[in-house]
């Protein structure tokens, strides 16, 4: 049953939900703006086109919520103008790099947390193994292998930063904001939506985006064999490059199958792009931490910017 | 004041959004002595709050063109004229429209 992406009534037909869109920009509501403006349409158009172009951004085309999923991250991060964080991963500075360490750890305590809201709200035993295995890959650490969170940590030091400076370093607004967007999914969605929320971002290093049509790699793979990068470094995105494409194929697969058994394909959509966009604001976040750290970093942001809108 | 958004002009309802760009919603706000149209009155608070952070970071009475190039998943860059003065700088906005980053990336000209 179709429903209003931001606040999610849900209504008989597309017509319907363009009709509801419609009537709120007309009264300049910023939420219902934002997300034609972000997703779907930045000039204003009748009820009829809009209630068609909801209809086709919704539709699955009969290739399944996993692979639509992919595809709206792909548009979102990987298309023509891949998302600046990307562009800076494909040869990172020292900024860039403790960018990601002094974010990144509070993305990972905190995604930990909303996995074990997933288990906690699920009867599937196919998904609490999952979810219970990725816990531990990513905080505890697997078969004699360190976690993520640790490997991350390890890059931290190996760049001049002492363990107790990158624990005691809080998160950017941006980043905070973000993170209390999944918690929030966490805390009041199905635990659908909320597996759907968190294991679509491991798309971001998943290596087969290529074959779909990402223009690039979350990182450039030749970094793992570069010289100018130390081992942590290169430690802690292998484990990344390797562990990924896994950890994203088979949570979309469990996504796919309980959101049609349970009818929860069209809020798995809507909640799924809300994920996204909270994603991009914390990328961005880890550029605004390198920023802090060199500020040429800002000029790098700003040539990009500049050359997507030329 | 002239302002362009991602390479058009805008701050009028046929135009768009003079933060965005975008011809959704219906709303005006006097700015530097000129009535613009936003989309909405975050956008309007946004384009506010970075005028006048230009304004006091360069000691700027009068602006006399902005060009604004982005959106929410890039961030922005504004360039803003002022007489023989040109600044560029990198800017992102929280969630309530305040400045979060605003750096200078381009030296005047």
Same mark, same amino acid.
């Given at each position: 049953m179709p429903l209003c992406p931001i606040c999610e009534i849900k209504y008989d037909d597309w017509v319907s939900v363009a009709n509801h869109i419609h009537e709120l920009a007309k009264k300049n509501e910023s939420s219902h703006i934002m997300w034609l403006n972000r997703n779907l349409e930045t000039r204003e158009t009748s009820v009829r086109n809009l209630a068609d172009k909801l209809e086709t951004f919704f539709d699955l085309k009969g290739?399944?919520?996993?692979?639509?999923?992919?595809?709206?991250?792909?548009?979102?991060?990987?298309?023509?103008?891949?998302?600046?964080?990307?562009?800076?991963?494909?040869?990172?500075?020292?900024?860039?790099?403790?960018? %990601?360490?002094? +974010?990144?750890?509070?993305?990972?305590?905190?995604?930990?947390?909303?996995?074990?809201?997933?288990?906690?709200?699920?009867?599937k035993d196919d998904v609490a193994r999952y979810e219970l295995e990725n816990i531990a890959v990513e905080f505890l650490g697997w078969r004699d292998k360190p976690s993520h969170y640790e490997l991350l940590i390890r890059m931290g030091e190996s760049l001049g930063m002492k363990r107790d400076e990158i624990f005691s370093t809080k998160p950017l607004p941006s980043t905070?904001?973000?993170?209390?967007?999944?918690?929030?999914?966490?805390e009041t969605k199905t635990w659908v939506e909320t597996m759907a929320s968190m294991h679509s971002l491991e798309l971001v290093a998943d290596r087969s985006l290529r074959t779909y049509g990402a223009k690039?790699?979350?990182?450039?793979?030749?970094?793992?064999?570069?010289?100018?990068?130390?081992?942590?470094?290169?430690?802690?995105?292998?484990?990344?490059?390797?562990?990924?494409?896994?950890?994203?194929?088979?949570?979309?697969?469990?996504? +796919?199958?309980?959101?049609?058994?349970?009818?929860?394909?069209?809020?798995?959509?809507?909640?799924?792009?809300?994920?996204?966009?909270?994603?991009?604001?914390?990328?961005?976040?880890?550029?605004?931490?390198?920023?802090?750290?060199?500020?040429?970093?800002?000029?790098?942001?700003?040539?990009?910017?500049?050359?997507?809108?030329? | 004041m002239n302002i362009i958004v991602n390479g058009r002009i805008a701050g009028s309802r046929d135009l768009g959004c003079a933060l965005c760009g975008s011809t959704w919603g219906n709303y005006y706000e006097e700015i530097e002595g000129q009535k613009l149209f936003f989309c909405c009155d975050f956008c309007a608070k946004e384009f506010k709050n970075m005028i006048n952070e230009a304004k006091k970071r360069k000691g700027l009475t009068t602006i006399d063109e902005i060009e604004i190039k982005g959106n929410f998943y890039t961030g922005r860059t504004l360039r803003v004229k002022s007489g023989d003065k040109v600044y560029t700088f %990198?800017?992102?906005?929280?969630?309530?429209?305040?400045?979060e980053v605003f750096n200078e990336i381009y030296k005047s000209q």
């Open positions: 290739k399944g919520l996993a692979n639509w999923i992919r595809e709206k991250f792909i548009q979102k991060f990987y298309s023509d103008k891949p998302h600046p964080l990307i562009l800076a991963m494909q040869k990172p500075n020292r900024a860039v790099l403790l960018g %990601y360490v002094l +974010e990144h750890q509070h993305f990972l305590r905190n995604w930990v947390r909303v996995l074990s809201l997933i288990i906690a709200k699920t009867d905070l904001s973000a993170i209390n967007t999944w918690k929030r999914i966490g690039m790699h979350y990182f450039n793979p030749s970094i793992l064999e570069s010289e100018e990068y130390p081992q942590a470094v290169k430690d802690f995105l292998r484990e990344g490059y390797e562990a990924d494409e896994y950890h994203a194929e088979e949570a979309l697969e469990l996504v +796919e199958k309980y959101s049609e058994e349970l009818n929860l394909v069209e809020q798995v959509q809507v909640t799924v792009i809300k994920s996204f966009d909270a994603f991009s604001k914390y990328l961005l976040a880890r550029l605004e931490r390198a920023i802090l750290i060199d500020s040429s970093v800002a000029k790098f942001l700003g040539g990009v910017v500049n050359e997507y809108y030329s | %990198y800017v992102r906005f929280n969630d309530e429209g305040e400045i």
